[in-house]
């Protein structure tokens, strides 16, 4: 399995940005999806996953009413729609995948085989 994230950026606070992740493989659809970030100085964080099993969705209380994942399975693409940023959501982000868990059971980095390369979003003040 390969993932790509894109979509990263600069934008000023209050401003939105679309990540994406496209990964390869046949079992994109039942995997679930999740995205992390990385500021500088800090530990990899949970921000939002998305299951196979009718899309379930769990999010970071940090990001929960701001950021909303959804997935395509026809493109094998999840996106994460990231309104309202504060500079304090600058991070690398990190798409990850699995085929072990979904919901709040895929909010932990150990819940995840494959990982993808990171896109950096930077938000001004």
């Known amino acids: 399995v390969q993932l790509q994230a894109s979509g990263g950026g600069l934008v000023q606070a209050g401003g939105f940005l679309r990540l994406s992740c496209a990964a390869s493989g046949r079992t994109f659809s039942s995997s679930s999806i999740g995205w992390f970030r990385q500021a500088p100085g800090k530990e990899r964080e949970f921000v939002a996953t998305i299951g196979w099993n009718a899309g379930i969705t769990y999010y970071a209380d940090s990001v929960k009413g701001r950021f909303t994942i959804s997935r395509d399975d026809t493109k094998n693409t999840v996106h994460l729609q990231m309104n309202s940023l504060k500079p304090e959501d600058t991070a690398v982000y990190y798409c990850?995948?699995?085929?072990?868990?979904?919901?709040?059971?895929?909010?932990?980095?150990?819940?995840?085989?494959?990982w993808g390369q990171g896109t950096l979003v930077t938000v001004s003040s």
């Open positions: 990850a995948t699995t085929q072990r868990y979904s919901g709040s059971r895929a909010s932990s980095r150990a819940s995840y085989d494959y």
